[in-house]
């Protein structure tokens, strides 16, 4: 072990274990994280624990770019996350909790499936499909089914 590395069993690691009454300052971040976004994923909690100075750094610039008031309203900014992360095919969890987080600000279904739409032209029928699928699961959306044809 040289002297930039520390032992992850060494209860005096800031970023490590902090005693059984004591979260750790990653599991303190964590929870901030929570605090601010409103969810984490999992990726988020394995880089907590794994590599707490790179999920710091990304959280970072995710605060910068999404979480810190700027020109865009907090939900406009949802429904890029929602149609860039579907244009993107990024995993389920990860659409889902945007599309739970802009109706929490009270972006209607409506509005975040006309989002999704924009998939459309630019990316293509598959890629909304992804996201479409997603929001469908999360806000309850209904189909019709077609009327049988007697013959």
Known sequence: MTDTQTDPTDSTDSTGPAGPDQPSEAQRYLDDMVARRGYVLDYHKVMAAQDFPVLKAADDLVTAAY??????????????FILSLTVLRSQPAHIASHIRVALKLGVTPEEILEALEIAL??????????????WREVVGAAGLEPTPVDG
């Open 67 to 80: 979480l810190s008031p700027r020109l865009l309203s907090a939900q406009t900014k949802e429904l890029l």
């Open 121 to 134: 032209p630019e990316a293509g029928v598959v890629a909304f499909q992804h996201g479409f699928d997603v």
